[in-house]
């Protein structure tokens, strides 16, 4: 961990000289792979030693893949090997080594490594393999029109900005940052003729970096305050049970998970921070003007801490990796979209029982949300004190829900998880039911999604 810190920390001061001292006007695109990538490889040998050596597998064995595989096949492949692998050393790494599960240890990199893998397989795959029509706004934007040098393969998937913590980002986006079209191209979307400019403004990431780097060290604070002065396993502790009420049980299980949650702040605005200060990240201007720098933020906490709808929650909560399962299983899955999806990112995290107890929890829990909200929400959409009631019992409900559905994933075992939600009579599970049995949605079929994405396409063009 102390590991972690440092190559991030380091990897910040690196991204700031990046910016300054090897920019599309000083330095030549080649040398700015060459630099992402060998300061990413030393960051990762550093941090995980010969255990490094996954990774590096691992991109090889998929450059291979994109190289020999025929375009038609070129995404599966590459999804079956990258998932494979990972889901070995996963294996090897809990079973075999036996590595502490607070240790950190080098599936967190090869996790993005996955990621990135497969999100370029499938973009490339919809840029040569598919015919424009067929693909949605979205993946005709994204689409890989040729496969990249070795050089760009490396360093997309091993730059010292992502490494060690991520986010994925798009291949497009990251080859039009190294080649300096990256903000040029966000800021072309504005007409700043009629905002008083004669020319581009250039934005600095300076203001976003340190405000970033704020909520990191407040997300620190916190962790080492809060984190271990609340435990989760205090809420199946025997004596705790035994004397607490149930809705102080529910009280308390909102706390200890509020107290898990620094560490996953402070980790994932520290990379964005990091991505920030090399000049990556722009996302364009808001209706008020203001330069936006959270193309590749991992989290909106503002909106995850008000959220009113377990799919709002979700979609605010490790926003980078909702979006890699969106592009390559959700939007792509010929049935059952929502269910695939979570068992990928189950897949995904790990083999820990936990994952698959939150996550098939969450399935559940989604689609009783969303029967709620489509049957329910109308009624309750005016007045307005009827609007701000509504909220605030939403609010109430979605955030019991979510601690309600992660706990397995923080307790990682079976036997602290049947015993958890035996001490809450499995409640979000029956209501859940109940719900689906009362108010039946109709899953939305591949046709359908396939028609209303045709639908986007035509509308784009015809503008």
Known sequence: ????????????????????????????????????????????????????????????????????????????????????????????????????????????????????????????????????????????????????????????????????????????????????????????EVNWKQKGYDRLPDPSPTGAVMYKLCITLVSLILFLTLTKNFPMAYI??????????????????????????????????????????????????????????????????????TATSFKMYIENWN?????????VCYDRAPWYPTALTFILSALWHGIYPGYYFTFLTGILITLAARAIRNNCRHYFLSPVPLKIAYDVVTWAVTQLAVCYTVAPFVMLAVEPTIKFYKSVYFHMHILSILVLLLLPIRPQTHSVRRAQNQAMMNSIKSK
């Open 236 to 305: 199946i502790d025997n004596e705790f049970l035994d004397k607490t009420p149930f809705l102080s049980r529910l009280g308390y299980l909102y706390v200890v998970t509020q107290a898990a949650k620094p560490k996953y702040y402070f980790a994932w605005t520290l990379a964005d921070a990091v991505n920030n200060a090399a000049g990556y990240g722009f996302s364009g201007v808001d209706e008020r003007g203001t330069f936006r720098w959270d193309l590749l933020s991992n989290l909106n906490i503002w909106n995850i801490e």
């Open 319 to 327: 926003i980078q990796t909702a979006a890699w399962l969106k592009r």
């Open 1 to 188: 961990q102390i590991n972690f810190v440092a190559c991030q920390l380091f990897a910040l001061l690196a991204a700031f000289w990046f910016r300054i001292y090897l920019s599309p006007s000083h330095a030549s695109s080649a040398v700015r792979h060459a630099f992402a990538t060998l300061f990413g490889i030393y960051f990762a040998v550093f941090c995980f030693g010969w255990y490094s050596i996954h990774l590096f597998v691992l991109v090889m064995l998929n450059y291979g893949i994109m190289n020999l595989a025929s375009i038609p096949n070129i995404h599966r492949y590459s999804f079956v090997v990258a998932m494979g692998y990972l889901t070995l050393c996963h294996i090897s790494r809990i079973y075999i080594f036996h590595y502490g599960i607070l240790t950190t240890d080098f599936s967190g990199p090869l996790m993005i490594i996955t990621q990135k893998i497969t999100t370029l397989a499938c973009q490339l795959h919809d840029g040569i393999g598919r015919q424009a029509e067929e693909l949605t706004a979205e993946q005709n934007r994204l689409a890989v029109k040729s496969r990249p040098s070795l050089l760009e393969y490396l360093s997309y998937l091993l730059n010292f900005m992502s490494i060690i913590a991520g986010p994925c980002s798009n291949y497009k986006d990251y080859i039009a940052f190294i080649e300096g079209r990256h903000v040029h191209m966000k800021l072309l």
